[in-house]
């Protein structure tokens, strides 16, 4: 009596994975999350694992592009099906490991109190989404065009926290290379919601990519720069250039001591080692902005690049609240420092 045919063990792999996902659901979905976890709390990476990650997402995206046809080519090839199942789970680690390597970044980089806030609430939501089961095989994956667009999303904030790390390039470029990125690969969403069979269906489909694109130009200042934050500032009348130190911490200042004095905005930013930005010192008086002064730093200090601006001329009604917001290039906020001008009396020092 002939033997059962002996099957390689490459082609039960995906069977095994499948059996031990559908006998115990919540693991995968639990060392996505762990290595997501592990992810929050080792900020300081090295640049080798963001290279893997926007690897790995752009080669998920191809294959989720292709999945149709290479199943096909694969069952043709070798006599066995993936199956759907274990394809889903494969992509959910994949944004589960995304969205929660950037987290720590984008929370870190954001300005709160600004619309910076709604961005990263709509990150942290995504991985929200990658960790619920329901959510994310029941309603996100069963609808194409969703799924296709959320794996889109992720690449996008991915690579504008990988990018710098990786490449180097600045905060800016960064941005524009990432979002370039993202309306390319929207082009099979958008074919999916618009039939492509007419010529004039094919200039609507290119006329919502320039679409896109402008509104995620537009809302770039939304955007945190995610791989610069502040680590130091400071308001002073005074500034030890040999130690680089900023002298007393004010909140408030007299109109005399700006005339007489000058005010010193010091900020002390943190970026990747390797990393040369082109930033700004943006004063502005109760709203309006009344000067632009530009800075080079250079990332790599584990306390920041210590740099600052001296603004000595001031408007002759100088009494209310002043802001520095310091912002990239592109019009990216990093931070905001923040005193008012008050009568002729003695300075209030900050806590």
């Keep these: 009596m002939p033997g059962r045919p002996v099957v390689p063990i490459w ?10 996902a559908q006998r115990y659901p919540g693991t995968i979905a639990a060392f996505g999350f762990a290595s ?12 080798s694992f963001a290279r893997v990650i926007a690897a790995v997402m752009l080669l998920s995206w191809i294959w989720l592009m292709l999945e149709r046809a290479l199943r096909r080519r694969i069952a043709q090839r070798f006599g066995w099906t993936i199956p759907i199942p274990v394809l889903r789970y494969g992509t959910q680690m994949i944004h589960q490991e995304g969205l929660f390597f950037v987290l720590p970044f ?10 910076q806030a709604l961005f990263t609430g709509l990150v942290g939501a995504a991985a929200l989404i990658a960790l619920v089961d329901p959510l994310y095989f029941r309603w996100l994956s069963t609808r194409r065009w969703v799924f296709l667009t959320y794996h889109t999303f992720t690449l996008f904030v991915v690579l504008l926290t990988a990018l710098p790390l990786v490449l180097h390039i600045p905060t800016g ?12 690969l929207s082009f099979p969403t958008l074919a999916e919601l618009v039939s492509l069979d007419a010529r004039w269906r094919r200039w609507a489909v290119v006329g919502l990519m320039l679409a896109l694109g402008s509104v995620g130009w537009l809302l770039r200042l939304w955007v945190p720069p995610a791989t ?15 130690n680089m130190k900023a002298g007393e911490r004010l909140r408030a200042v007299t109109p005399a001591q700006m005339r007489d004095q000058g005010i010193y905005a010091y900020t002390a930013i943190n970026a990747p080692l390797g990393l040369e930005e082109h930033i700004y010192h943006v004063w502005l008086h109760d709203g309006r902005e009344v000067d632009r002064i530009a800075l080079d730093i250079r990332g790599g200090r584990k306390e920041g690049y210590r740099a600052w601006t001296h603004k000595q001329n001031f408007p002759a009604d100088s009494g209310g609240r002043w802001q520095v917001k310091v912002v990239t290039d592109t019009g990216q906020m990093i931070g905001t420092l923040r005193f008012r001008v008050e009568g002729d009396h003695e300075p209030a020092a900050a806590p």
Excluded: Q
């Design 11 to 20: 082609k039960t792999i995906p069977l095994r994975l499948l059996a031990l």
């Design 36 to 47: 997501g976890v592990v992810s929050f709390f080792t900020v300081e990476r090295h640049e």
């Design 106 to 115: 984008l929370y870190t980089a954001t300005t709160w109190n600004s619309g």
């Design 173 to 184: 470029n960064s941005y524009k290379l990432a979002l370039g990125v993202a309306v390319l």
């Design 228 to 242: 610069l934050w502040l680590t130091e500032v400071a308001i002073s009348t005074s500034m030890d250039s040999l």
